[in-house]
């Protein structure tokens, strides 16, 4: 069992910045790819960003040059940081891990970016 505890979500205005922190505890050391993912009301829950045990980096198109995602291995942490946000980044954030096969979810932290 591996749990998520997502942090630093909020209101913003455009072209802003946040930075995201999730927390994993649990079965840690069986974590390969740690990420996030986005889920705006109506919509289905999207990649934003992933990255493995060993650093390789997936980026969805609509955040690549503006998001950037890494890991402290130590600390069982993946952050995002997010810059020049646009409302159009509005959604619910979920850290993801995955463990083998299977794939564990954080609550979600809320995004809202104003215009």
């Known amino acids: 069992q591996v749990k998520l505890v997502e942090s630093g979500g909020g209101l913003v205005q455009a072209g802003g910045s946040l930075r995201l922190s999730c927390a994993a505890s649990g079965s840690i050391f069986s974590i390969n790819v740690m990420g996030w993912y986005q889920q705006a009301p109506g919509k289905q829950r999207e990649l934003v960003a992933t990255?493995?045990?060993?650093?390789?980096?997936n980026y969805a198109d609509s955040v690549k040059g503006r998001f950037t995602i890494s890991r402290d291995n130590a600390k069982n942490t993946v952050y995002l940081q997010m810059n020049s946000l646009k409302p159009e980044d509005t959604a619910v954030y979920y850290c993801?891990?995955?463990?083998?096969?299977?794939?564990?979810w954080g609550q979600g932290t809320q995004v809202t970016v104003s215009s």
């Open positions: 990255i493995t045990s060993a650093g390789s980096i």
């Open positions: 993801m891990a995955t463990v083998f096969t299977r794939t564990y």
